[in-house]
């Protein structure tokens, strides 16, 4: 199966006007287990003492699960990450020209030292080591084999490559990791950002050309757009590739408005897997074939991520669902009545931009 480490405690926390509080960064990793992240990424230790306590108070849920910390490559952050306990790390290394001109004044000798020095302090200290290849997208394939390959001898476990201002489309992403996991020198991770709404997609690309890790984060919190998204990510895999993945619905559905409501951020109801609106049927067409099968138009029941389906009474219905309101009402209804009042029901719903609810369609059946 794919690994999913999410990264809403770190990347997803970074998104602009979001600030966790420690109780709700411990929700969060508690939640984020039980509804089925495999990995997590939880903060940056280099950032201060209160982040380290509030990566120890993570460390000690005891989740079964491993946690890492983000860091650049430098002593100075794997200190402040090996001073908090934790075993997992990602060390980010800028790897396109053009930040390697902003960060080591286009030194790439100076980068694969200071990579070759922290790494191997950083398994000499029994870590699991990430190399997060900063703006992979935009790097040349032959210096990204080049690193692998310089990582794997150095002992290092992953490569995490980064779309860091997600310029990718899905076919792109498929052939560049193809290329790079043909060498077989280094796990990929994938980390996507949504900058032109692909994040999901370019992720899922990944694991089909090969990746084994994507980076998730809950909603598709994170910088900018965002990244690719926890919800998304899983039940695709679930239903998609049909992975055996148990996933309670409910703490689903309380991981997704914790996140929410810690960072302030509104879920759209026509947002896909979780939005409250996505199992509602309006269309007469597609109401007659839910009520026949309700396999007919939708991938996976609502139940699954913690929803209802709905029939709402609009514009678009039709005589299936004023019957079947009707008939939940208690009244056994007259087809032919039913008929004569689609227009009557049009023009309302039209006029008022509102649904009726199902006690007004019963009192306009008896007045009509």
């Known amino acids: 199966m794919a690994i999913i480490n999410d990264t809403t405690l770190r990347d997803g926390e970074?998104?602009?006007?979001?600030?966790?509080?420690?109780?709700e960064k411990i929700n969060i990793a508690q939640l984020l287990y039980e509804s089925g992240a495999d990995e997590l990424e939880v903060g940056i230790p280099a950032m201060g003492q209160k982040e380290q306590d509030d990566l120890k108070e993570i460390l000690a849920l005891n989740l079964p699960i491993r946690i890492m910390s983000w860091n650049r490559t430098t002593m100075s952050d794997l200190e402040a990450s090996l001073e908090t306990g934790i075993k997992a790390v990602d060390l980010s290394v800028p790897v396109s020209k053009t930040l390697i001109d902003v960060k080591f004044g286009g030194d790439?000798?100076?980068?694969?030292?200071?990579l070759e020095n922290v790494v191997k302090v950083a398994k000499q200290e029994g870590l699991f080591v990430c190399i997060g290849g900063e703006d992979s997208s935009r790097a040349d394939n032959e210096f990204l084999k080049e690193l692998m390959s310089f990582g794997a001898s150095l002992g290092a476990d992953r490569f995490r490559y980064c779309d860091t201002?997600?310029?990718?489309t899905p076919n792109q992403t498929y052939e560049n990791i193809s290329y790079l996991a043909s060498d077989n020198?280094?796990?990929i991770e994938m980390h996507t950002h949504n900058d032109f709404g692909m994040a999901t997609a370019n992720s899922i690309a990944g694991i089909e050309a090969g990746a084994v890790s994507a980076n998730t984060t809950v909603i598709g919190l994170g910088e900018r757009a965002g990244n690719a998204s926890f919800e998304q990510v899983l039940m695709s895999?679930?239903?998609?590739f049909k992975e055996d993945r148990d996933i309670d619905a409910s703490k689903l559905h309380e991981l997704v408005r914790s996140v929410s409501r810690a960072a302030n951020k509104p879920i759209s109801?026509?947002?896909?897997?979780?939005?409250a609106n996505i199992f509602s049927h309006e269309s007469g067409i597609h109401v007659n074939g839910m009520i026949k099968n309700s396999a007919s138009y939708e991938a996976f029941e609502p139940e699954g991520v913690g929803l209802q389906r709905y029939f709402p009474i609009g514009k678009h219905?039709?005589?299936?669902?004023l019957l079947y309101h009707l008939n939940a009402s208690g009244i056994k209804p007259i087809t032919q009545k039913v008929q004569n009042m689609?227009?009557?029901?049009?023009?309302i719903v039209t006029n008022r931009k509102k649904v009726l609810n199902p006690q007004e369609l019963k009192e306009l059946y008896l007045c009509s």
Not at 237 to 240: A, P, T
């Open 14 to 23: 970074q998104a602009p006007y979001v600030a966790f509080n420690t109780q």
């Open 108 to 114: 790439k000798d100076k980068l694969f030292q200071n």
């Open 165 to 168: 201002i997600g310029i990718l």
């Open 185 to 187: 020198t280094l796990d």
């Open 237 to 240: 895999l679930k239903h998609q």
């Open 269 to 275: 109801s026509s947002r896909p897997i979780v939005g």
């Open 317 to 321: 219905s039709g005589t299936s669902t």
């Open 342 to 347: 689609l227009p009557i029901v049009r023009e």
